[in-house]
């Protein structure tokens, strides 16, 4: 037999191949609108991929979607702030800047500038030196209340001159270190360094510069870096962390260097949202000790998941629910007890006010019979028709601990039927 034909050597192409479909249909003599059909509804044409109408718009709903997480998160989680943010040099408002805020029927609009407010005709008082903790659910509207306050944009706020701070992010790294983030957060120094040159050109002002001189050394005997330290330390940096840029640390130990900050210069009103989050054992008992001893002075509002750490530091609960806001006293756990004794209340006297109201009502409807209404017991029957009709009114002011009277003109309204809500747990 004749040998076999030699294999031609296998040769490399210098570039891919590339079909044009438009060329296979001209040398097929195919029709114009012949092409190919690709899977998944996609059409090729001259090297580029066109998607049908339906994959587009789907297409489109998700990258939306997606921007709109991303913009939530962002919001949420907020940008790191820079030292401007954190530092109090003087009180901000045109009123005073001692005693209690009250504030009184103010609402408080949804930050996405749609739907209804998370506030409505709310009350909120605090009480110089106490300690509230904020609760709800989560997406109640907790964090935008804080940044009401902090930023006074609530109704009332601007008459009152309170210094506030808001801890809610990690400060920012950049070169400077822990320590000088923290010496610089009170600039009040500053403030009367600037003060005491501007009146040194006049000349005139001896007393003033003097008065100025004298709290200068008060606020640096007393808010140095010494205080400083202790407060870092406590928080768990050690002496090489405490000098090293911020810019190497990790954003939870930044986060822990704006609560050093807040706690050094010390707010009239200290705003804390969730400041356990990026905290150890060693670090949230610290936080606990500090707030609750001598050291801290002023009124505190703190949003926490942590059960122990509000029972610890907590003297109130402000409970944020229903677009309105209710403060118990006493610490976390007290809040629980009281919320579930009125949840029983409330149903022992809607049970008690249903069997008096189908008592009455069998009664009427007795009586309303032929033959069963005689002059006597029309009487009877008006009297527990006007009975039933103002027994809403009596339990309404049973269950807020007064007493019903023939000359109230309000209306009726009962005991709110207990409803399934899903509850929050810390």
């Given at each position: 037999?004749?040998?076999?034909?030699?294999?031609?050597?296998?040769?490399?192409?210098?570039?891919?191949?590339?079909?044009?479909?438009?060329?296979?249909?001209?040398?097929?003599?195919?029709?114009?609108?012949?092409?190919?059909?690709?899977?998944?509804?996609?059409?090729?044409?001259?090297?580029q991929v066109k998607v049908n109408k339906t994959d587009r718009k789907r297409t489109q709903r998700?990258?939306?979607?997606?921007?709109?997480?991303?913009?939530?998160?962002?919001?949420?989680?907020?940008?790191?702030?820079?030292?401007?943010?954190?530092?109090?040099?003087?009180?901000?408002?045109?009123?005073?800047?001692?005693?209690?805020?009250?504030?009184?029927?103010?609402?408080?609009?949804?930050?996405?500038?749609?739907?209804?407010?998370?506030?409505?005709?709310?009350?909120?008082?605090?009480?110089?030196?106490?300690?509230?903790?904020?609760?709800?659910?989560?997406?109640?509207?907790?964090?935008?209340?804080?940044?009401?306050?902090?930023?006074?944009?609530?109704?009332?706020?601007?008459?009152?001159?309170?210094?506030?701070?808001?801890?809610?992010?990690?400060?920012?790294?950049?070169?400077?270190?822990?320590?000088?983030?923290?010496?610089?957060?009170?600039?009040?120094?500053?403030?009367?360094?600037?003060?005491?040159?501007?009146?040194?050109?006049?000349?005139?002002?001896?007393?003033?510069?003097?008065?100025?001189?004298?709290?200068?050394?008060?606020?640096?005997?007393?808010?140095?870096?010494?205080?400083?330290?202790?407060?870092?330390?406590?928080?768990?940096?050690?002496?090489?962390?405490?000098?090293?840029?911020?810019?190497?640390?990790?954003?939870?130990?930044?986060?822990?260097?704006?609560?050093?900050?807040?706690?050094?210069?010390?707010?009239?009103?200290?705003?804390?949202?969730?400041?356990?989050?990026?905290?150890?054992?060693?670090?949230?008992?610290?936080?606990?000790?500090?707030?609750?001893?001598?050291?801290?002075?002023?009124?505190?509002?703190?949003?926490?998941?942590?059960?122990?750490?509000?029972?610890?530091?907590?003297?109130?609960?402000?409970?944020?629910?229903?677009?309105?806001?209710?403060?118990?006293?006493?610490?976390?756990?007290?809040?629980?007890?009281?919320?579930?004794?009125?949840?029983?209340?409330?149903?022992?006297?809607?049970?008690?006010?249903?069997?008096?109201?189908?008592?009455?009502?069998?009664?009427?409807?007795?009586?309303?019979?032929?033959?069963?209404?005689?002059?006597?017991?029309?009487?009877?029957?008006?009297?527990?028709?006007?009975?039933?009709?103002?027994?809403?009114?009596?339990?309404?002011?049973?269950?807020?601990?007064?007493?019903?009277?023939?000359?109230?003109?309000?209306?009726?309204?009962?005991?709110?039927?207990?409803?399934?809500?899903?509850?929050?747990?810390?």
């Open positions: 037999p004749p040998p076999p034909p030699a294999e031609e050597p296998l040769r490399r192409l210098d570039a891919p191949l590339e079909f044009d479909t438009t060329q296979v249909v001209a040398d097929y003599d195919l029709p114009k609108n012949t092409r190919p059909a690709a899977p998944n509804g996609f059409l090729e044409r001259s090297g998700e990258e939306k979607r997606r921007a709109a997480a991303e913009q939530a998160r962002l919001e949420s989680e907020g940008a790191a702030v820079g030292l401007a943010d954190i530092q109090i040099t003087a009180q901000a408002g045109q009123g005073s800047s001692e005693g209690d805020i009250h504030l009184s029927r103010f609402d408080l609009p949804n930050k996405k500038g749609s739907g209804p407010d998370l506030l409505t005709d709310a009350n909120l008082t605090l009480v110089t030196g106490r300690r509230y903790g904020l609760v709800g659910r989560n997406g109640a509207g907790k964090s935008t209340l804080l940044e009401a306050l902090n930023s006074r944009s609530l109704d009332g706020m601007k008459w009152y001159s309170h210094s506030i701070l808001l801890v809610k992010q990690e400060v920012e790294g950049n070169e400077l270190s822990p320590m000088e983030w923290v010496l610089g957060a009170d600039g009040r120094p500053a403030a009367i360094r600037a003060a005491i040159a501007e009146l040194d050109k006049s000349g005139n002002e001896v007393d003033k510069i003097v008065r100025l001189q004298e709290e200068l050394a008060h606020i640096e005997s007393t808010k140095g870096a010494t205080e400083a330290g202790k407060i870092l330390f406590g928080l768990g940096f050690d002496s090489d962390m405490q000098n090293q840029p911020t810019s190497s640390l990790s954003g939870g130990w930044r986060r822990r260097v704006a609560i050093a900050c807040a706690l050094f210069v010390e707010p009239q009103i200290l705003l804390l949202d969730e400041p356990t989050n990026h905290l150890d054992l060693a670090a949230v008992v610290y936080l606990e000790e500090y707030l609750t001893s001598d050291a801290f002075h002023g009124t505190l509002v703190v949003v926490s998941h942590d059960r122990a750490f509000l029972n610890s530091v907590a003297t109130d609960i402000v409970s944020f629910s229903g677009n309105k806001l209710t403060t118990y006293r006493g610490d976390y756990q007290t809040f629980v007890d009281t919320v579930e004794q009125e949840r029983v209340t409330r149903a022992r006297q809607r049970e008690s006010q249903e069997m008096r109201r189908q008592h009455l009502q069998e009664y009427i409807t007795k009586h309303a019979k032929p033959k069963e209404n005689g002059p006597k017991a029309a009487k009877q029957r008006k009297s527990r028709m006007k009975k039933l009709e103002r027994l809403g009114v009596e339990a309404a002011a049973a269950s807020k601990g007064g007493k019903f009277k023939m000359s109230y003109d309000g209306e009726v309204e009962d005991v709110e039927e207990e409803e399934d809500e899903d509850e929050f747990e810390l």
